[in-house]
């Protein structure tokens, strides 16, 4: 057995730098946060190279006296808290002491700093932990940090980043948060000079929502206000009509701190229940004030996790605050006076690829056709579970002893009929297929267009349309206008987050809308190379374009739909991994039936 050692000073700085500072937006979280605390009613923040090359946060708070300024950099060394009863009575955003230290030891850091009432500041210099240089020195009242080099001695941990586009998204991220959290404060984003977010610190959350969303999404947002004594809850949601296809825009806080939740998540989304389809998100940022003693932040070292010791009230004062602001609302959708029937029709044509069908419901929501095909799997299920086992049912594959070339070459299938507007009901040879329209379209459509994508999707030019995305997120689409034109949407900037779209893919001509365009980029992955994007894109746009549930086809419609989902590549899942089919063989109906037996 070796000996048990001690470790250097710089191995465990750089170990709880790898816990603290993944990245560079973990860097200025903590320094944005530190400037919070020090009462900051300004902060600025200034970056280069994703971060990487520079970081500078500069604020107008308490500042630091000398000695203050030199225990910062020492790990544990904190004035937010006192001893371990303080851990469960937190009111600042940093306690644990280790943001400076962890910081300067991966990188070269310049500290400066005043407290107001001094005449002269401080001025050190760290690089890679170690103190190169102090100095009394005149400086504005405040805190001015500057960043360089990130990770230059840890060169491993530059591995793991993206793009510096990915990293100065994920540092927007963060500052729309907490500028979300704090309107009293102004928040200051600059990238390469380029201005990405600028408050005013007027205490206005709507006004910074306008600033962080775009003033027409701002337009649909509703307050909430639920007030006890040991628990006040405020903010705003985003109107059902603005629902998202993902939780990235849900943000929540408490006592000030950016948190993810599962419980908020759950309060929030039952709220909104039989407001919204399956699969789609409401749009919310909410502030939470409850007592200190009901919360424990202290789980996780970024500070990002917490744990409520009260779950269930907490849950029920967020979901009766939510549910309230709902009920006061008319929540009727603006339309635009547009022939809806033709419009419809166009949808429906375009999204077919071959004849028109009927909707049996007006519904054409994709919710429907999953609860609908739930309850069918679930029924047949039941029916067969006494004499079958649950796991008679099965989607289909191709027997193992063939290719799925020869397999569907074999294939003959008979179309027998249509089942709730959702399913095509066929016999092949002796089994019956049970085959879900939306899933069998997607497959199509999505290897139809991945054949297209290699020369570049046609696209069709349309009336130029306006889009605004959340502060910062546009660097991605900046960063990949060619990616995007590759896929049919021209796409050409139009001010600070603001872009003009001019064209679409040709098949989406028809039935394109804001919020599909919307949802297409938000596919758009954070990770990954461009060729993980294209999948994501296109498995969007294929499920966008399908048929939906309750939309009855034709005969013709249904067998041109089977011919071709079995002349696909892959016919037996849809581009996400869902069964396009199940079935029924004879063996298991006649058993059911009680066929063949005396």
Request: glycine share 6%; proline share 4%.
């Amino acid at each position: 057995m070796t000996d048990i050692i001690l470790l250097d000073q710089e191995t465990t700085n750089q170990i709880a730098a790898g816990e603290v500072i993944e990245r560079p937006s973990s860097v200025v979280k903590e320094l944005v946060e530190n400037s919070i605390d020090a009462l900051a009613s300004k902060i600025e923040i200034e970056i280069t190279g994703g971060g990487l090359k520079s970081i500078r946060v500069a604020d107008n708070g308490a500042g630091m006296s000398r000695e203050n300024a030199f225990l910062s950099l020492r790990r544990h060394a904190t004035s937010k808290i006192k001893g371990p009863e303080d851990l469960y009575n937190i009111s600042t955003l940093g306690f644990r002491g280790e943001a400076l230290p962890s910081i300067a030891s991966v990188s070269r850091l310049t500290l400066r700093t005043r407290p107001k009432d001094n005449l002269e500041g401080t001025e050190i210099i760290v690089k890679g932990g170690e103190v190169l240089k102090d100095a009394r020195k005149g400086c504005p009242a405040g805190t001015d940090i500057l960043v360089e080099d990130l990770f230059f001695n840890t060169p491993a941990r530059r591995k793991f980043l993206k793009s510096e586009g990915i990293e100065v998204g994920k540092i927007s991220d963060i500052i729309n948060r907490l500028a979300l959290s704090y309107p009293n404060i102004s928040f200051s984003l600059k990238r390469e000079g380029r201005q990405l977010l600028n408050t005013w610190g007027r205490g206005d959350m709507l006004e910074v929502i306008s600033l962080v969303y775009g003033r027409n999404k701002a337009r649909f947002f509703i307050p909430v206000k639920e007030e006890k004594e040991d628990c006040v809850i405020k903010g705003f949601i985003g109107s059902p009509s603005i629902y998202r296809s993902g939780r990235k825009h849900q943000t929540f806080f408490v006592n000030g701190r950016y948190v993810t939740s599962s419980l908020l998540t759950r309060a929030l989304e039952d709220a909104f229940s039989t407001l919204l389809s399956r699969n789609c998100y409401p749009v919310a940022v909410l502030q939470l004030q409850v007592n200190p003693h009901l919360l424990d932040v202290n789980v996780h070292p970024t500070k990002i996790e917490v744990k409520f010791s009260q779950e269930d009230y907490i849950y029920q004062k967020v979901y009766e605050g939510v549910r309230e602001a709902l009920r006061k609302e008319n929540l009727i959708p603006e339309v635009s006076f547009r022939n809806k029937e033709e419009e419809k029709s166009q949808v429906f044509e375009q999204k077919s690829f071959y004849h028109k069908g009927t909707s049996t419901t007006g519904d054409t929501g994709e919710d429907s056709r999953e609860y609908v095909k739930e309850e069918v799997v679930s029924a047949l299920k039941g029916m067969a579970k006494e004499d079958f086992g649950e796991d008679e049912i099965e989607p289909l594959e191709a027997p193992e002893d063939r290719d799925q070339e020869s397999f569907k070459k074999e294939v003959n299938v008979h179309i027998l009929g249509n089942f709730l507007g959702t399913y095509i009901l066929a016999q092949r040879d002796r089994e019956l297929l049970i085959i879900d329209q939306h899933a069998a379209h997607e497959r199509i459509i999505y290897e139809e267009l991945k054949e297209q994508v290699i020369s570049g999707l046609q696209h069709q030019e349309i009336i130029p349309m306006f889009l605004e995305v959340p502060s910062g997120s546009g660097i991605i689409i900046e960063e990949n206008l060619s990616f995007w034109g590759k896929m049919g949407f021209v796409i050409e900037k139009f001010g600070t987050n603001s872009y003009v779209l001019r064209s679409v893919p040709l098949f989406l001509k028809n039935f394109y809308s804001q919020s599909l365009i919307e949802d297409i980029i938000d596919s758009f992955p954070q990770r990954g190379d461009l060729e993980k994007a294209r999948e994501e894109v296109l498995k969007t746009m294929a499920c966008k374009a399908s048929y939906k549930a309750n939309y009855r086809i034709s005969r013709e419609e249904a067998e041109a739909l089977v011919e071709k989902l079995f002349e696909s590549k892959i016919p037996f899942t849809c581009p996400h991994g869902r069964p396009t089919m199940i079935s029924l063989e004879e063996s298991q109906l006649e058993k059911n039936f009680k066929r063949g037996v005396s």
